[in-house]
């Protein structure tokens, strides 16, 4: 075995080359890279990511943050969106802009009942039909606007999170998102929380999952791990073994991944310390991804003789997504990457994918396979 092989015998302080960017970053300067604009960046056409947003349900906001009556202007699929909480308690969504005169509603708007009013000129719109219910200085609607004149998103609450459907046709959902019961589980912890603009594709983020030979040279695994993958209709699972080092020598490792479409994410870690990590991953543009890790323990562990190992849990994996980030944040699309034996199934995970794009008409559009 090679010198570069032996190398890696503690992941935590793993000798890969993308450490080079973030080994003199201090604690604070870490998190503001984490977020912060990159230079220089090149265009979307030039890192070919102009292919579209895959559709699916995705987070946009945690349950606390967007209270009753509250109003919050968002940005999401390169729309500008406005979110809101009725009386009623019930999230719901609108494109940003009013029909009337363009004003963003999501700047100044304000929750009537359970409808959104248009800080300009009270014109007051309905979340579920995307129609104007009232003019309150005119005596009539104009036609055009009691029909649906405006894009809303079906719209679900739960894990403590609020989801979005996104469809590039604007059809009704597919399917329905998953509730974890660790997340209303009194016995576990409130979300651990980190957060990261990363700026690259939704695309280019998910292949991760299967590229097992990344492990090995982003991550510092002792070996390149092997995957267990299921591929169903709309969700998708992977069981991940690696050699991982530590300080007292290479250890068996295991990640549990589940996904239920390109939005809904999640990891559970057992053995030595139960966490579960839910990723929320929702594009901004094509080239920004907005990413937020929460993670969840229970609560005698994170209390108990087990919290340094708990929060160290965490804290490697968070390492995980910086080094990750590196590569992100350049990275090109390859429509036709050239694969060899050890990548893991790419061209399989491209042809499973491909259904969360869609053309005109609204079918599926599968995109090139390596080959």
Request: a negative charge; proline letters at 7%; hydrophobic letters at 35%.
């Amino acid at each position: 075995m090679s010198d570069n092989m032996t190398a890696a015998t503690d992941a935590r302080t793993a000798p890969v080359a993308v450490w080079q960017v973030l080994e003199k970053l201090s604690k604070e300067e870490l998190i503001e890279w984490r977020v912060k604009p990159i230079a220089n960046k090149l265009s979307v056409q030039e890192r070919n990511l102009d292919i579209g947003f895959p559709f699916g349900w995705y987070p946009v906001l945690l349950s606390t943050e967007l209270a009753v009556s509250e109003v919050k202007p968002l940005r999401y699929f390169a729309r500008e969106l406005a979110i809101w909480r009725g009386e009623d308690g019930k999230p719901r969504m609108l494109d940003a802009f009013c029909r009337h005169l363009g004003a963003h509603m999501g700047h100044g708007g304000k929750v009537y009942g359970n409808l959104l009013e248009c800080p300009f000129h009270a014109w007051r719109y309905s979340g579920e039909e995307g129609s104007v219910k009232e003019i309150p200085y005119s005596k009539s609607i104009p036609p055009r606007v009691t029909r649906k004149c405006t894009r809303n998103y079906p719209m679900r609450e739960m894990n403590g999170l609020i989801w979005m459907w996104y469809h590039p046709e604007d059809i009704e959902p597919l399917y329905e998102p998953v509730k974890l019961p660790e997340c209303s589980d009194p016995e576990w912890s409130d979300y651990d929380i980190c957060e990261w603009n990363i700026y690259g594709s939704l695309q280019n983020m998910a292949e991760n999952g299967v590229d097992t030979a990344h492990f090995r040279y982003i991550h510092g695994t002792a070996d390149v791990p092997e995957a267990e993958l299921h591929w169903g209709e709309y969700d998708r699972s992977g069981i991940v073994r690696a050699k991982m080092g530590t300080p007292k020598g290479v250890v068996d490792g295991m990640i549990t991944s589940k996904s239920q479409g390109p939005g809904q994410n999640w990891v559970r870690f057992t053995g030595i310390c139960e966490t579960l990590l839910i990723a929320c991953i929702t594009p901004v543009d094509e080239d920004h991804i907005h990413a937020r890790y929460l993670y969840t323990q229970p609560k005698a562990q994170v209390e108990g003789k087990m919290a340094r190992v708990a929060k160290a849990i965490i804290a490697d994996v968070n390492k995980q997504l910086d080094q990750d980030k590196v590569v992100w944040d350049r990275q090109q699309y390859q429509p036709k990457p050239v694969i060899c034996n050890g990548d893991g199934p790419i061209a399989q995970f491209r042809i499973f994918y491909s259904k969360y794009y869609a053309d005109g008409d609204g079918k599926p559009r599968h995109l090139q396979a390596a080959t």
